[in-house]
């Protein structure tokens, strides 16, 4: 093998699923140099995660997708400022929380969810567990609107902990607080929810589900 | 609420992996533990159910982000270093070092501010101007919002700018006023009181935000005193619009009281709001901001 040969196997890129084995670290690094296929595999890693989390910000499906696709286009923009030095996820949450806040500073009812209703409008069915698929949606109705009522910086926090699995200091370092703060938020707000939905929340039996 | 309660309203909410050795030792009561778990429950179930909701999925592509991408943006010239790139096409930048002395220069900046080089001569002049008549010519006007400081610091930062008309002349930058879209503009700090870390991002009628400076990096070290926007080599920093529609943005300084990445406070500190310094992020100890309106092409 000649040195020729031996400089151009060094330069093969990754293709296909073995860059589904590299960290989100290690693709946005490719991603700015210039490498295709690494932004691919980070948007289809990323973008259900980020757009549940804007929906869960109060976004209806149609703003929450155009703001996941703005976030991803703001990371793709800054890609030829990327450097490694925190985790991409916490990176990428910061960029869409960012997002999701403009919007929502920019809509009249702050809370599609709780203002609207429309999202959480049940469609008839004949199901046999009808009856307890309506309460539980009805429960989880109560624990949305009970949230939406919360300040906003501790729902994101609890968006962030309890509906996106990230860590406390992952959470203080998207929304620019102390892992103290981010636990207390936590705490605080579960224990304010815990007092406001006690009694409210209905039994197994959906006879007793609130109308 | 006891510290016993607070104690166990963390063990209650937070994963055990997030909790240190302190908090899961903590001395609580067992009666009282066993209530509050019960009632936690329900919440509990409620919580996964809402976490396993099924929203819905975006439809859209990689593909697509970077089609919209790379769908036409005029570009202004674009150098740190004296030479005057072309515009057009973009290079994507290469090494993995580059920006961190500021601004960065080519590739796909997303600012629609970028640097670009005058010539030292130029420079010195804005400079000449501000020491001449920056300061009092805003103060007299009254256009300039004062400086907002953290209640625990004390310390003040004052941002001022000069504009470069596109006949070359140099002006002192004016607080709400509106400028030509060809015109350049350099900044310059005043930092009174300690010692600090400064930065600067400029945020628009969106209220979306970008680092002007650093790129990437630490912030800027200040002495009290003023202080141009210069990169590492001493090289003013000098900004032109790059968006023939920019429209009305604000610059804000950003004085931080330890040497942090400033894109981690700047999210806290626009959330709370540039007026609300009861709740800016702790490193945050004043900012300062100033209007322009880029007139367009």
Request: proline share 7%; glycine share 6%.
């Amino acid at each position: 093998m000649t040195d020729s040969d031996s400089r151009a196997r060094s330069h093969l890129r990754l293709v296909g699923s073995a860059l589904t084995r590299l960290t989100d670290e290690e693709l946005m690094e490719r991603h700015r140099d210039g490498e295709a296929g690494c932004f691919d595999v980070l948007v289809e890693r990323y973008k259900g995660r980020i757009f549940a989390f804007l929906r869960r910000m109060g976004f209806n499906h149609a703003r929450a997708e155009e703001l996941t696709a703005d976030t991803f286009l703001k990371v793709h923009r800054a890609a030829p400022r990327y450097q490694p030095s925190a985790k991409f996820s916490t990176y990428l949450y910061t960029v869409a929380r960012r997002a999701g806040l403009n919007a929502r500073d920019r809509m009249s009812t702050r809370y599609e969810f709780a203002a609207g209703g429309t999202e959480l409008e049940v469609e008839p069915t004949r199901a046999p567990d009808a009856e307890r698929q309506l309460a539980a949606r009805r429960s989880v109705e109560l624990l949305r609107r009970e949230l939406a009522r919360l300040p906003a910086e501790h729902q994101d926090a609890f968006n962030l902990y309890y509906a996106q699995g990230l860590s406390c200091a992952e959470v203080a370092e998207i929304l620019g607080i102390t892992a103290a703060e981010a636990k207390g938020r936590l705490a605080y707000s579960r224990k304010l929810l815990r007092q406001r939905l006690a009694g409210l929340v209905p039994e197994a039996d959906p006879s007793e589900t609130p109308r | 609420m006891t510290a016993s309660h607070d104690a166990l309203d963390l063990l209650l909410a937070l994963r055990p992996e997030d909790l240190d050795a302190d908090e899961l030792a903590a001395p609580i009561d067992a009666e009282h533990r066993a209530r509050e778990e019960e009632a936690d429950l329900a919440l509990a179930g409620l919580i996964d159910a809402w976490r396993a909701e099924d929203l819905g999925a975006p439809s859209f592509s990689a593909a697509d982000i970077l089609a919209r991408a790379n769908e036409p943006v005029p570009l202004s010239p674009v150098s740190i270093d004296g030479s005057l790139a072309h515009s057009g096409e973009q290079e994507r930048p290469t090494s993995p070092d580059m920006g961190h002395a500021g601004p960065t220069t080519g590739g796909s900046v997303p600012s629609w501010l970028v640097p670009v080089a005058l010539a030292a001569s130029i420079a010195a002049a804005a400079f000449g101007v501000w020491r001449m008549s920056a300061p009092t010519l805003l103060e007299e006007e009254g256009m300039r919002p004062k400086s907002l400081v953290s209640d625990v610091d004390a310390s003040r930062v004052d941002l001022q700018f000069a504009v470069e008309r596109a006949d070359g002349t140099m002006i002192p930058g004016r607080n709400g006023a509106a400028y030509g879209p060809d015109a350049s503009v350099a900044f310059r700090f005043d930092v009174q009181g300690e010692a600090g870390w400064v930065a600067l991002l400029e945020v628009d009628s969106d209220g979306e935000w970008q680092m002007l400076y650093p790129m990437d990096g630490a912030p800027l070290e200040v002495e009290p005193g003023a202080h141009a926007l210069a990169s590492e080599s001493g090289a003013p920093l000098v900004y032109r619009p790059d968006d023939p529609e920019a429209g009305t943005l604000e610059y804000v300084a950003v004085l931080l009281t330890e040497p942090v990445d400033p894109a981690r406070v700047v999210p806290g500190l626009l959330s709370a709001g540039l007026h609300r310094a009861d709740l800016w992020p702790r490193p945050v100890a004043a900012v300062d901001a100033v209007t322009v309106t880029w007139e367009q092409r």
